[in-house]
């Protein structure tokens, strides 16, 4: 019983730290962004402001990524929780994402090049695709949607600044 505590224990330590190391690689994204976005369903298009926050937990485990934000008005206009982690058995990050309109969903996140990337199927409409660009000062998101993924329409893009 020792000595299977004793190997359950190391094999947790080692999945530990494979997961914190491929949790650095998403480092860069943490601290306090603000800026501006817009989004487009249909013919209307809504701007607003706010900020993301994300913050490294779990000792470097989860990352935990919190958007808010409003219209000209003060009325919130996409507000979102998500915590991104990495799936040690899959050998991809899992992005669980909670809407304040009651959506939720659980997509791969990936690293792209210099970019990440994340989406999602909406049954019988199409797919949505996002691509996140993120540096020392800036973060750049876009968002697109395709009814045949073979042909992309840009209905959401954020740009913010890091300010903490």
Sequence with gaps: LAAMSSITFAQGANQSELKRSEMKKLEKMAGQWKGTSWMQQGPKRETFTGTETVQSKLDG??????????NSEGKVIHQTLAVLSYDETQKNYRFATYLANGMTGVQEYKIVGDHF????????????RYAVRVDDTTWFEIGEFSRDAKTWMQNFEMKLTKVK
Excluded: S
């Design 61 to 70: 485990l989860a990352t935990l990524v919190e958007g808010n934000f409003a």
């Design 117 to 128: 990337e994340w989406g999602f199927q909406i049954p019988n409409v199409g797919t949505v």
